[in-house]
């Protein structure tokens, strides 16, 4: 069965601090990365995406994320968090253009002035 | 470029009730997507909808059911309203069906049975 699993389900950081954001998944055939994240009283909105090319990929608001095969993880980084990253963080796949998306339970961030 | 909308923000029912939902897709979008967010369950797919069929439906029962118009909107039924239908029902859309394409999520639609 196709699944994402998020492990770290609350998240406490003082800004400044690293973030790094565990997701595994389990899907047969080729797969499509995606980490949304949800602001407080915002729309789900995309902070990166990886479906070919280089593993490492970098988007929104200085968060990248590395797709390793071999570990089937897709896990999401930030060298130094904000106050404003506080928000709900999904991590979600697919596997066939156009696709549902199966989402992981999602992680929540409070970053702390 | 007008974002995902979707009508009402709120909706409150009573159990065994029916409650329709309404969602407008980006300009030039032809698939359109429906997911639950409920409390402790997370977001899991509904229906999946493109150029009008019905793509592919997640593991809900045949009450949650819906279309998608010529004009791409679509709307999400769920008839016999249960308590547990209490959640937020996001609509999403994307362009034709090729790879890599994200899903851009509208505010949702907040539904209370009582």
């Known amino acids: 069965a196709q699944s994402v699993s998020q492990h770290n389900h609350h998240v406490i950081l003082s800004e400044a601090a690293s973030l790094e954001l565990g997701c595994n998944y389990s899907?047969?055939?080729?797969?499509?990365l995606f980490w949304y994240v949800q602001y407080p009283g915002q729309h789900l909105q995309l902070l990166l995406k990886?479906?070919?090319?280089?593993?490492l990929v970098k988007g929104i608001k200085g968060f990248e994320a590395e797709f390793i095969k071999s570990k089937f993880s897709f896990n999401l980084r930030k060298p130094s968090v904000q106050w404003s990253d506080t928000a709900e963080y999904f991590c979600?796949?697919?596997?066939?253009?156009?696709?549902?998306?199966?989402f992981g339970g999602g992680t929540r961030l409070m970053v702390k002035p | 470029e007008a974002g995902v909308t979707q009508s009402p923000t709120h909706l409150i029912k009573t159990r065994g009730q029916q409650a329709t939902l309404r969602c407008s897709p980006i300009s030039g979008h032809t698939s359109v997507y429906w997911y639950q967010q409920a409390l402790g369950l997370g977001l899991q797919f509904l229906l999946w909808y493109d150029e009008g069929e019905e793509r592919n439906r997640g593991n809900f029962p045949p009450r949650f059911s819906g279309r998608q118009f010529p004009n791409y909107s679509s709307e999400l039924n769920v008839n016999a309203l249960e308590l547990e239908d209490s959640a937020l029902y996001l609509c999403?859309?994307?362009?034709?069906?090729?790879?890599?394409?994200?899903?851009?999520f509208g505010p949702g639609t907040r539904l209370t049975v009582l």
């Open positions: 899907y047969g055939g080729t797969v499509n």
């Open positions: 979600a796949a697919n596997n066939n253009a156009g696709n549902m998306l199966t």
């Open positions: 990886y479906f070919s090319g280089d593993p």
């Open positions: 999403a859309s994307s362009l034709a069906l090729r790879r890599g394409n994200e899903q851009f």
